[in-house]
């Protein structure tokens, strides 16, 4: 796999309370990625950009949302999860904190 592709496989963190609780007591944090993502792709970008060892890879196929403005009816983009325990003694730090 190249470094380019690897670079666009993840989109963003996903951080709310669920992730930060699966985070504390599992070593299991949560990314949005490409929608045409594999499993072996999500694990080796985060290695790549964390520099830690992934254990194991979980995605969900999210399904947009059907809204509606006054008359206009409209639907929100499908995305894909992805939830990646690491493996003991790796951990990654969002907040960079000094």
Not at 38 to 45: D, L, N, Q, V, Y
């Amino acid at each position: 796999m190249n470094n380019e592709r690897l670079m666009k496989v993840l989109l963003s963190p996903l951080v709310s309370e669920k992730s930060a609780n699966a985070a504390d007591a599992n070593r299991q944090f949560t990314f949005q990625v490409a929608t045409d993502a594999t499993k072996r792709e999500i694990a080796k970008a985060v290695e790549k950009m964390f520099d830690v060892e992934v254990e194991r890879v979980q995605v969900v196929n999210v399904k947009g949302k059907a809204k509606r403005f006054g008359a206009m009816q409209g639907r929100r983009s499908d995305w894909k999860k992805a939830y990646v325990k690491l493996k003991p003694g790796s951990d990654i730090d969002f907040a960079g904190g000094a």
